[in-house]
């Protein structure tokens, strides 16, 4: 066994336990087999030497982010002081930052397939991130897609995705155009806000920078200089995936994001997703990024979820 004693030198180190300790509790948590002691500005660590110098590793990891920031969050802190082996999807630098999201929070992947993704669409321009609910295939390219903007990689953002079974039927639905179509879009409004200042966001909608809306609305277009992503593409027919995808102009990047274990569209009618590997698979330029259970980054059951029902599927 080892001991190691940090200092802080902040302000107040009620900055980084949180109210009623709570930051320090997680903290605690996500390290079960150290013995960590915060005396004011002091913090005892007890433990294998292995695993003192991980933490403090990470540790000095959210001391940057709150130098940087000047807060941090639940979110935070478990996004930093997670990890197995530090290093693995943060540095020091923050290299492997996506994007500085609203709050201070560090947009990152989080997954090797989600690193996958990142690492794929720096090399290609039309890439299909396929796999189950709850993976980030969504978050990711849409960080992916505000790096690019901030960068000024593009000059636009476009998001699309089937409305209502792929058929987009919105007459049933009360209220205007806008109205119809938010519940449908609302995943990618929720993904914006966490990486976009409010006002920034609502700037971007206003001048078309961010444009968010259903496929078929894509009908006819070319999109140049632009970051589009179509989401829920396993509700897309071949032919709206085929028009979708023929709608790259010169300077674009494009990805695809489907669950093909999550296929709304009428029996009859087969999913252009599933049909895209085996057609455009090989093509220079074009890549295809699988996700599956490990991936899974939300509530720890969705991942147990997941693998029971593709259980029940192979027994089927």
């Known amino acids: 066994m080892s001991e190691r004693i940090l200092q802080l030198d902040i302000g107040s180190p009620l900055e980084i336990y949180g109210p009623g300790d709570k930051h320090l509790n997680e903290i605690k948590e996500l390290f079960p087999k150290l013995k960590i002691i915060a005396r004011g500005e002091l913090i005892k660590l007890i433990g294998?030497?292995?695993?003192?110098?991980?933490?403090?590793?990470?540790?000095?990891?959210?001391?940057?982010?709150?130098?940087?920031?000047?807060?941090?969050?639940?979110?935070?802190?478990?996004?930093?002081?997670?990890?197995?082996?530090?290093?693995?999807?943060?540095?020091?630098?923050?290299?492997?930052?996506?994007?500085?999201?609203?709050?201070?929070?560090?947009?990152?992947?989080?997954?090797?397939?989600?690193?996958?993704?990142?690492?794929?669409?720096?090399?290609?321009?039309?890439?299909?991130?396929?796999?189950?609910?709850?993976?980030?295939?969504?978050?990711?390219?849409?960080?992916?897609?505000?790096?690019?903007?901030?960068?000024?990689?593009?000059?636009?953002?476009?998001?699309?995705?089937?409305?209502?079974?792929?058929?987009?039927?919105?007459?049933?639905?009360?209220?205007?155009?806008?109205?119809?179509?938010?519940?449908?879009?609302?995943?990618?409004?929720?993904?914006?806000?966490?990486?976009?200042?409010t006002s920034k966001f609502l700037s971007y909608l206003e001048d078309e920078t961010i444009e968010i809306a259903p496929l078929a609305f894509m009908r006819g277009r070319t999109l140049s200089n632009a970051f589009a992503i179509l989401d829920e593409a396993q509700n897309a027919s071949e032919s709206q995936l085929k028009m979708f995808l023929t709608r790259m102009g010169k300077s674009s990047k494009f990805i695809v994001t489907g669950d093909v274990t999550q296929i709304d569209l009428p029996r009859k009618k087969l999913s252009g997703l599933l049909q895209a590997p085996g057609l455009l698979k090989g093509i220079k330029g074009i890549d295809f990024v699988y996700l599956d259970g490990r991936d899974v980054v939300r509530h720890k059951l969705v991942s147990s979820i997941i693998d029971a029902y593709n259980k029940k599927k192979e027994e089927d």
Not at 172 to 188: A, I, S, V
């Open 48 to 197: 294998e030497e292995k695993q003192i110098n991980n933490f403090e590793k990470r540790f000095d990891l959210l001391l940057i982010h709150f130098d940087r920031f000047g807060k941090i969050n639940e979110d935070v802190v478990r996004q930093i002081m997670s990890e197995d082996e530090p290093g693995n999807h943060v540095s020091e630098k923050g290299d492997d930052v996506l994007v500085y999201g609203s709050h201070g929070k560090l947009i990152r992947a989080l997954t090797p397939n989600q690193k996958k993704m990142v690492t794929s669409c720096e090399k290609n321009d039309l890439v299909f991130a396929i796999g189950p609910a709850g993976t980030g295939k969504t978050y990711t390219a849409v960080a992916l897609a505000v790096r690019a903007l901030k960068n000024k990689q593009v000059k636009r953002i476009v998001l699309t995705r089937p409305a209502i079974e792929a058929g987009e039927s919105l007459g049933f639905l009360p209220g205007d155009m806008k109205e119809k179509l938010d519940p449908y879009l609302q995943p990618l409004y929720d993904a914006l806000r966490d990486m976009l200042p």
